[in-house]
């Protein structure tokens, strides 16, 4: 089969366009035939050799933790039927995606949403997870609440001010003029335009949830707790600048490291064919070309990655 892999750590360059073996399938475990892998920051850190202490991968390395495809071999007790199409958020240090085939952990699968083509349902698993998960899982966020959500602009932002407003919160949410009609589009109450305006300015009235999805300065991102009311929380999603905190006001800071959920991403794909989640592909492109994907300097909004086959 053909698989993008990497065999040292690197830029874009270490990326090759190859064949491989079919992989294996164990117990527990189903092959895909893969109809289309993602593009997640994360990727390129891994790429790049960054994340060798959390995330140790055995080289030569297929990136690509989304998943979408159709089962097509199944192991000893793996709960699955072959024809079967499913989405995963696959496991960050085994192969991943971005092949004709991979293997997955059943546990780890759910079947895809029926309202939306099957390749562009791998743009939901990790994106979705993230905002579901700093949310709910970690923010607590109940109806009547007001959230900020920083970066929202983004792939995360945009699921996450969905999620946010159909959950009954007040929504407001930072976005460049490029992306901020569409923020605004899924659900914001108010848009702040980060490029010409100090959130700090901006938000006069205190928050209960801060939802950091930006590379700010760290000098910026402690300022972000100065909005939240006392009791309230921040939530972080850029790993590498732990979340800041104000004890004397019992303001929490809470970095995300998002996991594999099956339950959590069944709920999504949920709302997605309830009408509720709207799943955004800003482009498609074949697999011979994830590695000039790599090479950009910055990728915007959500792509998808096609076998070319």
Excluded at 68 to 80: H, I, K, M
Excluded at 107 to 136: C, H, I, N
Excluded at 233 to 247: C, F, K, S
Excluded at 288 to 299: C, S, T
Aim: net charge negative; no cysteine.
């Amino acid at each position: 089969m053909k698989a993008v892999r990497f065999h040292e750590y690197g830029d874009a360059g270490v990326l090759r366009y190859e064949d491989v073996e079919q992989p294996v399938l164990g117990a527990g475990q189903v092959r895909l035939r893969v109809a289309a892998t993602s593009f997640n920051s994360v990727d390129g850190n891994i790429r790049g050799g960054f994340m060798r202490g959390p995330i140790p991968v055995e080289l030569p390395h297929t990136p690509g933790i989304d998943v979408a495809g159709t089962v097509d071999a199944v192991g000893e007790g793996a709960g699955l039927a072959v024809g079967d199409e499913v989405i995963g958020f696959l496991p960050m240090d085994k192969p991943g995606a971005a092949a004709e085939y991979v293997i997955a952990p059943a546990e780890a699968l759910t079947p895809a949403p029926k309202s939306v083509p099957l390749a562009d349902a791998a743009a939901l698993p990790l994106v979705g997870l993230t905002a579901y998960q700093a949310l709910f899982d970690h923010a607590g966020l109940q109806a009547g609440q007001r959230v900020l959500v920083n970066g929202a602009g983004g792939a995360v932002g945009g699921y996450a001010v969905q999620l946010a407003h159909h959950a009954g919160a007040y929504v407001i949410a930072t976005a460049s003029p490029r992306s901020g009609d569409a923020v605004k589009s899924a659900g914001a109450d108010e848009v702040v335009d980060h490029t010409s305006t100090a959130v700090t300015a901006a938000v006069t009235e205190p928050v209960d949830v801060v939802l950091n999805l930006a590379p700010v300065a760290p000098e910026d991102l402690a300022a972000l707790v100065t909005l939240v009311r006392p009791g309230g929380v921040l939530v972080n999603t850029t790993v590498w600048m732990p979340a800041p905190g104000d004890e004397a006001r019992n303001v929490r800071g809470i970095d995300l490291f998002v996991r594999s959920d099956a339950g959590q991403l069944a709920e999504l794909v949920a709302r997605v064919d309830g009408g509720e989640l709207h799943v955004d592909v800003a482009e498609r492109l074949p697999l011979p070309e994830l590695p000039a994907l790599h090479a950009r300097p910055a990728v915007h909004g959500k792509v998808i990655v096609v076998p070319a086959s």
